[in-house]
Structures are given as C-alpha cells and as structure tokens.
Nanobody
Framework: QVQLVESGGGLVQAGGSLRLSCAAS????????MGWFRQAPGKEREFVAA????????YYPDSVKGRFTISRDIAKSTVYLQMNSLKPEDTAVYYC???????????????????WGQGTQVTVSS
C-alpha cells in the first residue's frame, strides 16, 4: 500500500507564496501521473495541477495557470506545487494524488487517481 504524505501548508497573506510537497512512502512506485486538487468548505473538490511522471508534461486549469507550478523530483519520489500570487479564494485543503494506470486524458479529474494524501490546509488572508 502506498501512502502519500503532504506538507508545506499554512497561513499566508494575499500575494504571498507557498510550496507544497507530497512524498510517496513506497520506492520504487510506478505511476503515470501525479496531481493536486483542493477543496474549500462547502465546495466540491477542484483540480489544480497535474504532471506526467515520465515526461514532465504539466496541465493546469485557468484559475491557477501562471500562478501555480507543479514539478517532480523522480529520485525523491516527490511532487511539488509552487503557489505564487496567492488569493483568498485559493484557501482550501490541498490534496495530492497518484494515478497508477494510463487514462489517455490529462489527469484532471479525481476519478483518474487511485491514491490520495490526507490533505494540507492552505489559508490565504486578505
């Protein structure tokens, strides 16, 4: 069983930055993609970013494009989410996820992932 452990959340002022990390407990761990999602109170879980583990191809929704960057360190089996120019509406619990099968799509839906982290809180104050 693989565990994904997130870290790096916290409280930041609007306009600030945070970097989230997500490490897989099992090495080696074969996966097709890693992704980040977020869920604010009273809202559905929302796609934030995805990265193809082998090619490094990345995909973002318009809401974070240009502000967030997903990256991976293959040797450390870790995925990162660099968040810049944070806004109060970015406040949410952020989850990392791993997809161990090929979907043929952009890995932008939670149904394409089969392992999830426990989540880390990000709060952006105005």
């Amino acid at each position: 069983q693989v565990q994904l452990v997130e870290s790096g959340g916290g409280l930041v002022q609007a306009g600030g930055s945070l970097r989230l990390s997500c490490a897989a407990s099992k090495r080696p761990f074969s996966r097709y993609a890693m992704g980040w999602f977020r869920q604010a109170p009273g809202k559905e879980r929302e796609f934030v970013a995805a990265i193809n583990w082998s090619t490094g191809f990345t995909y973002y929704p318009d809401s974070v494009k240009g502000r967030f960057t997903i990256s991976r360190d293959i040797a450390k089996s870790t995925v990162y989410l660099q968040m810049n120019s944070l806004k109060p509406e970015d406040t949410a619990v952020y989850y990392c996820a791993a997809a161990t099968y090929y979907s043929g799509n952009y890995y932008s839906t939670e149904y394409e992932y089969d392992y999830w982290g426990q989540g880390t809180q990000v709060t952006v104050s105005s």
